[in-house]
Every structure is written in C-alpha cells, then in structure tokens.
C-alpha cells in the first residue's frame, strides 16, 4: 500500500493512540483507553472521506523494559521483539486498522529525537543541575524510578508499593527519593541516595508559550473535560523543570560528550515515537507533521497520560521554534474496571487481549461491548453478566433479529418472500413519503444520521454507538407497525415498499456501524451478495440517499444467504469465564496446576470398575463443587429488576390472536420488544402511551416466533377473569427502578430459570385492600409514590 501524504484541499486528519509499553500483553482497559477508540474514529474518518493516517507503536525504550528483561533473564532487545509481536498480534485479532503500527527502537527515533533535543538545546530551553538520585551498592548502578518502590509519601495514601515515577493507588507523580522506605526491586536491599547530573527542560520559561497554545486549542478543539481538568492541575500548581535524561543504558542516547553515559527519560522520547513511526511510514513525514495549516492531530488516551501529551509534549515542539503540527483535539478516557477492581498489568489482573481469543466470543462482540461500556467521563465497569446482557438483548435480540427477518423473508421462495431478489417498484407502488409507517421511519432515520455525524465528529464514539444502534430498534418497530408478513397476502406493493426500505436500513446499519464492528459489516455484505471490498461512504450524497432507503439496495439485486449474526451467550458459558479470569495470571495458573494434580493424583487412585464390574462414576472436581455452592444466593426481591417503562407502540401479535407485541421504552435509549396475553382484557387503545411497570431481568423467551425481552406486569383477580396492570404513578421517571423500603441491593443482570428466582418471589406479590401493589406488605414504590392498580383488590401480580 503506498504511503499516504496530506492532500491539498482535502480534511487530513492525523490519528494517534498512547504508545503501549511493551513489557507486557495488553488488557481490555488498555485497548478500549487507546487502540480501540482511536481505531473508531479513524474507521469514521475514512467512513466521511477524509485522509486520515492512524499511526501507534510499541513504546521500547526506558526502565520499564529494562526490568523486564530481568525478570525474564533476557536482553531489552530480546523483550522487545517478543512482546512487539505479541501487541501485533492482539491488535490484528482485534480489527484495529493502523495505518503504521511500529516500534521507538528505531533509527528515526535516534535521529529525530536528537534533532528535536539539539534545537531546545540551542534556543536556550535546557538547563543542567545536579540531582540526587538512589544508588544501590549491590546492583552497582543508579536506579532508574521503576526500580525502585517503597510507601507513597503523599497524605492519606500510604499505598506500600507505590513506583519511583508515579503512585498507582492515588496516581501522583513522584520522585524515587520522595518514597518512605525505598527499597530495590532487583535486589530488595535499602538504596542510598547520591548526586548524578542530569539536563532538565526548562517548563517555567515555557510557559506563556504552552497556556496560549493550551487555551487556543482546548476550546477550538474541544478537549475532553477531564484532559482540561488534569492540564488545568499541573499548570495551577505551577510548571517545574522536568528532568529529560536517565542514568540508563536502552535508549536513546543524549547527543553531548559529558552525558554520553545517559540516556533520555522516555517520557521526554516516547510522544517522539508518534514522529518517527510516521517517518517509517512515510520519508515525507514533516508533511504530516510540520504543517499545522493542512493537518488536525487528534490524540487518544488513558487519563493518566495527559500531562505528557497537553504539557511536557507540546513544550517540547514549541521550544524548538519549528512550525510543528500540534494536539488539536485529546480524546481521553477514564478507567475501566474489572468485576471487583482495577485492570491491572503488572498485577495480572482482568482479561488481556489474549485472553479475549481464546474464549471463543467473537471481536465483534468484545469490540461492541467495550465502546458502549466506554468510560468517557467516568470509571466503567466491566463484568461477564453484563457482557452476556449486552449480546443477547442489544445484538442478537435487536441487532441481529432485525437483520435477520428480513433477509430471511426476501430469501423466501416466491408465494411465501422474493426469491432472494430486492422486489422491483411498480406502478402499484404506495408513494414511500405518503405511505404512514415508511414516512415516519424516513423522518426518524435522517435524524439519527444527522445526530450521529454529530456525535461522531466531536469524537463522542459512545454516542454515536448507541444512536446507530437505535435505527436497528426503528427498523423493529417498522416491521412490526407495517406487519410486512401480512402486507405480503394482502397488499403486495406496500410489502415491497416496506422490504426495499428495510433492506437499505440493513445496508445503512452495516455502514454506521463499520466503525464500531468491521467484522459484523462484512458479514453483512456478504449476506447481502456485495463484494467485500464495497466501501461504505457517508459523504454528502451518501447522507443524502438516506431519506430514499428504499433507493440504497437496487432494485432486481440477488442477496446472498442469511445466517444468524450472533449467538446467546448462556448462564453456564457466564459462570465459566467469571470463574476463569478471577484473581490475577499468577492465581490462575496456581489454581490450574492445583486442579492438574489433583486430577492426576484421582486418576492414580480410580480403579477401572469395582468389585461388581459395574464402571466408577467419575468425581467431581472440587472447584465444580464449590462454584456451585458460591452460585446460591439468598431469593430477595431485591434481585428483580422492576422498572417504570412506556409503551411507544402495541400491536396484535401477526401469529396469535391473545397477545400483544409491544414496544416499550425501560430507559436504555432503545426500546425492548415484549409479548403479553393480554389481548382479552385490555383493549388495544388503552394500552397505546402508557406508563406500566416491566420485569427487565427474566430471560428472554420466543412467544410464536417473535422474542420477548421482558415482562409486563398485571394483578388478576381470584378467578383470573379479570385482569389489570400495574400503573405507577403518571410522573414516575421511565427508567427508573421499582424498589421495596427496607430491601436494598442490586438486581441480577438476568434471573436464572433453573434457581427459580421469579416463581419464589411471585407468590407475594399482589394488591392489598387500598389497591396498592406490594411485596408481601411493602408497596411497589418510585420517586413520584407508589405503584396500583384500578380495581382489583388482593389480586396476585405476575
């Protein structure tokens, strides 16, 4: 592929994610906070036709690699290669499309590191001190920041394994000389401090230089609010000199005869890297990088980078004195959490990219749960049972299903579909504009396109996620206001205005959603019969065409053969992996040759058959057990999860003449399909924009062919010749969750059928004598009061 160079009269856009250190493989808090984020916009860049260049590499220089390769009893060089290839390798199974995706051991980074440092050096901008640094006798040399570790000094923290350079619990920066207690991580033995002279940038002098930089371009580029927060502290608090060199030998050497045994701080080289990996991508890399007029650079990482990218990077260009191409916009996320706490490398704690593989959950899936899980603005959390939520009510309940009717339908032989072939208009045709249900998906579907171009381009990928997302829950409720599967006996026009309408809202799902899961869109053109390079554009004319979706497919085009897109995760698959991936890789591994010893040592000890000649059963592993006994937990009414919802649209079932399909609305940003039986007590017009309460947590069931994502839930009479839902009060929030005074706790993601959870709970739900629904004796109660029903006194609720 030819390089790619900035292009006159063109958007160019220049992408970067944070250089992942490469002692270690990554984990899921580190590909969501750089390489996958960074990969989505650059994924949407190239959607809107931009020339957009995503650069990122391994970051090999410094401390970190250094002790690595002690521990692994290796040279840097050795660690370097190993680990290179294995970030390679995640980011390929990940989908992550780099343009350059390189290393900092490089020529280029020696040369143009030393370029950058030779001009500070002659605009005055470097001054040089002495400074005390720990030396350890034992080792016989200074200790780099990460080999020593001791107790944070800061007030309150007091973490015991707080690093030279940085705190982990609290996340200050620190000194090696400022911890208590310091101790060598080689050696363990208590290092002294002695003087060692080191060249420093001079951050005060740079000062308006940076804050006129640094205020011009977080409002013209719309800096996070936590980039503005963090950059704001370290400038509050007053810019210091920063110390650019290392007593180390793997770096970038100082190009000065009396530091000639030093080497740079990699937090002064590594931002450089983004600079020489372009260089090996491109000769003409100063196009990229040294023209600010014709190139936007937008950043993308964790929040414990930001100083180095809005403060120590940026001071190094501008003190230069060349035109460098600066930050425009810094995108920055939070952390992500795993079940019980931190994702954490050098502790082994969560699930690494490898991990993500082996378990055989496809990188659609992961990619898709791991950007709407986003942490954007605050601390998410990841968990294996809202994984499993996540694919089996958003993906394959909605996603997947609406995809799915109706390629099946068009793959119909004709008299019961189309053949496989997209139906051709006629004469016959209804006008799309005037024909109810199309019109009013059109107005909806131009809104969401317009809302996620938006959302998109100010690099609110979450957002832009779930806004795609809610055009596949239109596409649901088109199909079912228009009932298609009728339309097809009785007005075969109108059906085929409504199948070439859906098949473009398929077509434009697998372009919208091309960023977020490339693997899903590809999947769908294939079942669509496209060729897999058809590149999906949403230029102008593109967002044009989607107010004509039934213009997006032609007319005559033979699809190709629907499967199912997704698969269910199910509760045992859950329960396996959160059992798994508990504790760190060292618990794990323990755990693992526990459980192969006392597989052998059973084995040794089982005889073939007994004395009857009937064979043994075989036992039970211990850990079996112990899950299992882990997995009851008390039946509370705390584990329903009970919501105010809002019925959006209701329709007789299409194969069943008792129950309504409804849509309704739980606060998720797109509604849930629900089946009830409610056709012979509730007339349809009463059921139409009305606020019920809906059991969100029971598994998803199949009622004649259409999926129920939840419950509905009403109170009968003795005799169940009566029936009435349970209406909270008219300005209770939609969304919110029911609760009981006196029971806190959370609700399972989904309630497991086997434990019985609903079917214990159900016999003590009902209404007392004054019509106020209740467990046992306490009410169904919001935010705006209680929940009742009209006229049913002591009924039963289910």
């Known amino acids: 592929m030819a390089a790619k160079v900035p292009i006159k009269g063109k958007r160019n856009i220049l992408i970067t994610s944070a250089l992942p250190y490469v002692n270690n493989v990554p984990h899921l808090g580190n590909i969501i906070g750089c390489v996958l984020s960074a990969d989505v916009f650059a994924r949407y860049c190239r959607l809107r036709g931009y020339n957009a260049l995503y650069i990122c590499g391994t970051d090999e220089y410094g401390t970190a690699t250094e002790t690595k390769a002690l521990e692994e009893n290796c040279s840097p060089k050795q660690i370097c290669d190993k680990y290179h290839a294995i970030h390679k390798e995640v980011y390929d199974w990940f989908s992550i499309s780099f343009d350059k995706f390189g290393r900092t051991s490089t020529p280029q980074q020696t040369e143009i590191c030393q370029a950058i440092f030779n001009k500070i050096l002659e605009n005055n901008w470097l001054s040089e001190n002495s400074m005390q640094q720990l030396y350890c006798d034992t080792c016989k040399k200074f200790l780099a920041d990460r080999l020593v570790e001791g107790t ?50 001079e951050l005060p002098l740079l000062k308006d230089k940076l804050e006129e930089y640094i205020n011009k371009t977080s409002v013209a580029g719309s800096w996070s609010q936590n980039a503005i ?57 100063e196009k990229w990088w040294k023209n600010p007029e014709d190139v936007e650079l937008y950043q993308f990482m964790g929040k414990d980078n930001v100083p180095f990218h809005t403060v120590m990077f940026p001071s190094t260009l501008l003190g230069t004195g060349e035109d460098w191409t600066l930050m425009k916009t810094i995108s920055v996320t939070e952390y992500l959490n795993y079940e019980a706490g931190k994702f954490s490398k050098s502790k082994g704690i969560g699930v690494f990219g490898n991990d993500a593989k082996d378990t055989n959950i496809p990188v659609e899936v992961w990619r898709y749960y791991l950007l709407t899980n986003r942490p954007e603005v605050s601390d998410t959390l990841f968990t294996w049972a809202d994984l499993q939520a996540k694919l089996n009510n958003e993906l394959l309940n909605n996603l997947g299903n609406f995809i799915n009717r109706v390629l099946s339908f068009i793959v119909k032989p004709p008299g019961q579909g189309y053949g496989s072939i997209i139906p051709q208009p006629s004469d016959a045709d209804p006008d799309p504009l005037q024909h109810e249900p199309t ?32 055009i596949s829950s239109e596409g649901n409720g088109y199909l079912q206001e228009s009932r298609f599967w009728k339309l097809y006996n009785d007005d075969r026009p109108s059906c085929s205005l409504v199948i070439r309408t859906s098949a473009g809202l398929v077509y434009l799902l697998a372009c919208l959603l091309e960023p977020f899961m490339p693997s899903f869109s590809l999947e769908v053109l294939k079942q669509l019969n496209l060729p897999p390079d058809t590149p999906f554009l949403l230029e102008k004319g593109d967002i ?61 000890k089982t005889k073939v058959s007994d004395s009857s000649g009937k064979k043994q059963r075989p036992v039970k592993p211990a850990t079996e057990s112990k899950a299992k006994a882990n997995a009851e937990t008390e039946i509370s009414i705390t584990r329903l999860d009970i919501r105010v919802g809002l019925i959006t649209s209701v329709q007789k079932h299409p194969d069943a003449d008792s129950l309504y399909v409804e849509e309704i609305d739980v606060g998720e940003g797109q509604t849930r399909t629900v089946v009830s039986g409610l056709v012979k007590y509730i007339p349809l017009e009463e059921m139409q924009n009305r606020k019920v309460c809906v059991l969100c947590n029971l598994k998803p069931a199949t009622m004649r062919g259409i999926k ?23 300005s209770a929030t939609v969304g919110e969750r029911v609760t009981f005074p006196g029971f806190n706790g959370e609700p399972d993601d989904v309630l497991n059928p086997k434990k019985k959870v609903w079917e ?39």
């Open 152 to 201: 944070c000094p800061k007030e309150g923290c007091n973490y015991q394994s707080a690093r030279g350079d940085q705190c982990e619990n609290c996340g200050s920066l620190l000194n090696p000389t400022e911890l208590k207690d310091p101790r060598c991580k080689v050696c363990q033995t208590t290092p002294h401090i002695r003087d060692t002279n080191h060249l420093f940038l």
């Open 544 to 604: 044009d065409r989607v107010s004509r979706p039934w213009e997006i497919l032609p007319a005559g085009h033979k699809i190709g053969t629907p499967e199912p897109l997704f698969k269910e995760l199910k509760d045992e698959e859950v329960e396996f992996f959160r059992e798994k991936f508990a504790g760190s890789q060292a618990d794990r591994i323990v755990r693992a040759e526990a459980e192969a010893e006392k597989i052998a040592e059973k084995l040794k």
């Open 229 to 285: 927060q963090t950059t704001n502290a370290w400038l509050k608090e007053g810019l210091k000199s920063r110390c650019i060199t290392r007593d180390l030998k793997w770096g970038v050497p100082v190009p000065l005869e009396r530091f000639s045994d030093k080497v740079f701080y990699v937090w002064f080289d590594a931002p450089i890297g983004y600079v020489s990996i372009t260089a090996c991508h491109t000769p003409e890399w």
């Open 439 to 470: 019109r009013k998906l059109v107005g909806s579907i131009v809104d969401y396109v317009e809302q996620y171009v938006e959302a998109m381009e100010k690099v609110k990928l979450k957002q832009g996620l779930k806004i795609a997302m809610s």
């Open 708 to 730: 129920s994502q939840a419950m509905v839930l009403a109170a009968s009479d003795s005799d169940h010749t009566k029936v009435e839902l349970v209406d909270p009060p008219k």
């Open 760 to 798: 214990t709970l159900q016999v003590d739900l009902n209404t007392n004598t004054e019509l106020v629904a209740s467990y046992k004796d306490i009410p169904f109660t919001t935010s705006a009061g209680v929940c009742t029903v009209s006229s049913i006194a002591s009924g039963s609720i289910r």
